[in-house]
């Protein structure tokens, strides 16, 4: 069963390596490897396509009016070259049915849905703008759900304005006709300059290679420049080729230009090109949905493995684990590699290494105990920071560009790493303390071995997380001192980091005072995830601190109820001994 599981995962794993072929003539995998900048970095168009998808509706898939399924690089052609077809596609997600009621929408044949086109939107713009003007003063927390709604829909309606006159003009100019008739290219001024103005992607690089981003140019900029002398610049020609030969349906014609055009830069970016094409098949394999599978497989046979064929099922949720770390090794490593920093560089980073800290530990205690207690907290808490991670990545890009108070790959790779891992540790060592609590409570499976060995791995990871914590909270402030000129100026997140210390100094003293045994010290540990989740996220969303990251609603409604269910869990730990279905720990608690 363990050797079937394991090949059954290797299979799925390679079937998401090799690259897709097209769905049809049209060769839009070439397209999606194109380079442009956009967001502060240089990517594929592939990228621009899933995290603009992702954004605004919220997934990746898309289907047309007819339920023909789109590829991200249909849908972003069609934005950018046939907007009159875009606009049809709905993608943009309103859950607040306030918002639905200014469009004349959430009722009739538009009941139930959630998902609407620009087309629908278009009448409702100007009551929109003028709700939108009224949230923005408001404070972002203390902004209603209406109002909040109103301000992300004006955002993500704006986002998509950008990116659809990229390369084309808002009023319709035929810039493939510069092609056959250079002469024409005066009479599309006006659109150039709103181009230049309002472009979301930067798609015409310098002749040359550099480091330098600003020499990157909009289109509307480029063919302005090219205004003087009439000559516009080959990539300019190229994407007008693209764009004809796609509103065109002309496929041979489409692939020929994307073709010409890679041909044109390979000379001279060769390795851009290349990070491109990593980038683009890292996007279609997924490494983490994949993990994410794979880690609630694992947890659902380490559960299993209480009840029945403890050895076999326990065996094979330990190696499917295995197979889910090392895939998101990979997706980490290749997130380094193409962004050129350590692992860990913002909120979305940190849910990945987290998770993985949390795993690579839980491989280890499972490694020495084999009993799959390791393996299904391994797992629940991989597939947790994964879930999270998810969430995150609906905000726009995640391999952002740092901002400029962070960008020190030293400090990077010292006090965030340390600090994430003491993150990691301390949320394993309440995960492992939920798993004896629920046992306990619920199940007949928690025997005396199985909890003296959980409580010997909760102790354990808590002085693992004590010397974590409080190392990277000394080299944050060494970081500050540098970058503010202070050790310490009682930051909320500095605040939260130094909690996290107290509070695993408190669990260990409470143990070696005598002050708890098993159940009190599973019960702390629990407290311990509030503590660290508190410190994670919350004091990112207090909207001060020079680490705050703003406010988020639905963060911070996923915060309180994860400080919900961790209270719970430790009211259904003070349930009195005696009424414990595990009746070998009789008792002491």
């Known amino acids: 069963m363990a050797s079937g599981a394991l090949v059954l995962a290797l299979v799925w794993i390679g079937s998401t390596l090799v690259p897709r072929g097209n769905p049809g003539a049209f060769d839009l995998a070439s397209f999606g490897r194109l380079p442009v900048l956009a967001d502060g970095r240089i990517k594929p168009m592939d990228t621009v396509a899933r995290t603009s998808l992702l954004m605004l509706q919220g997934r990746q898939r898309l289907a047309a009016a007819d339920g023909r399924a789109l590829t991200p690089e249909e849908w972003l052609l069609d934005v950018l070259f046939r907007p009159e077809v875009a606009d049809a596609y709905r ?15 959430g009722a009739g044949e538009s009941a139930g849905q959630v998902r609407f086109s620009f087309a629908q939107l278009q009448s409702g713009l100007p009551e929109l703008d003028r709700q939108a003007q009224l949230a923005g003063p408001v404070d972002a927390a203390a902004r209603t759900s209406f109002q909040r709604a109103v301000v992300e829909l004006r955002e993500h309606l704006e986002y ?70 009439g000559a516009v610049d080959r990539p300019v020609r190229f994407y007008a080729a693209i764009g004809r030969a796609w509103k065109a349906g002309q496929a041979a014609d489409f692939n020929a230009a994307v073709g ?39 947890f659902l046979l380490a559960v299993a493995s209480w009840l029945k064929w403890p050895a076999e099922l326990g065996r094979a949720a330990f190696r499917l684990m295995t197979v889910a770390f090392l895939l998101a090794t990979a997706g980490i490593v290749a997130r380094m590699w193409l962004e050129g920093r350590p ?17 690579a530990l839980c491989l280890v205690l499972e490694r020495l ?56 540790s301390t949320f394993l060592a309440g995960f492992l303390a939920i798993i004896y609590i629920v046992r306990g409570v619920f199940s007949r499976t928690l025997d005396r071995p199985t909890a003296d060995s959980l409580a010997g791995m909760v102790y354990g990871i808590v002085c693992f997380a004590t010397l974590f914590s409080f190392v990277g909270t000394v080299l944050g402030g060494i970081w500050a001192d540098q970058s503010w000129g202070r050790f310490w100026g009682w930051d909320p997140k500095e605040n939260g980091a130094l909690i996290i210390v107290l509070w695993n100094a408190v669990i260990l003293h409470c143990r070696w005072g005598g002050l708890v045994r098993q159940r009190g ?16 996220f919350g004091t990112n969303m207090l909207g001060v601190g020079l680490h705050s990251y703003g406010f988020t609603n639905a963060a911070f409604q996923g915060l309180v109820a994860f400080v919900a269910l961790q209270l719970a869990v430790i009211g259904v730990a003070a349930i009195p001994r005696a009424k414990w279905r595990s009746a070998a720990l009789a008792g002491p608690a």
């Open 260 to 298: 010409a055009y890679r041909a044109d830069l390979s000379p001279r970016f060769a390795p851009l090109l290349r990070r491109c094409s990593l980038e683009s098949l890292f996007n279609q394999a997924e490494p983490f949905f994949t993990s994410l599978v794979l880690y609630v497989a694992a």
């Open 369 to 424: 105990n084999r009993n799959a207690v390791a393996s299904s907290a391994g797992s629940l808490i991989g597939f947790g920071t994964l879930v999270i991670a998810h969430n995150l990545s609906l905000s726009g890009d995640t391999l952002e560009m740092m901002r400029a108070v962070l960008d020190s790959n030293f400090w990077l790779s010292t006090h965030v790493v340390t600090v994430t891992t003491g993150y990691a």
């Open 343 to 359: 692992p860990v560089t913002n909120l979305y980073s940190s849910a990945l290494f987290i998770g993985w800290g949390s795993v």
């Open 521 to 536: 010290l599973m019960c702390l540990a629990v407290f311990g995830n509030i503590v660290t989740a508190w410190s994670w």
């Open 91 to 105: 993608i943009f997600r309103i859950d607040n049915s306030e918002v639905l009621s200014l469009f004349g929408l």
């Open 160 to 229: 998509y304005g950008r990116l659809k006159y990229s390369l084309q003009t808002p009023d319709g100019f035929d810039l493939s006709a510069v092609l056959d008739d250079p002469g024409r290219l005066a009479a599309g001024r006006p659109g150039f300059e709103t181009m230049e103005a309002f472009s979301l992607l930067r798609a015409i690089p310098p002749p040359a290679p550099s480091a330098r981003l600003d020499e990157w140019q909009s289109m509307g900029r480029s063919l302005l420049r090219a205004l003087p002398a």
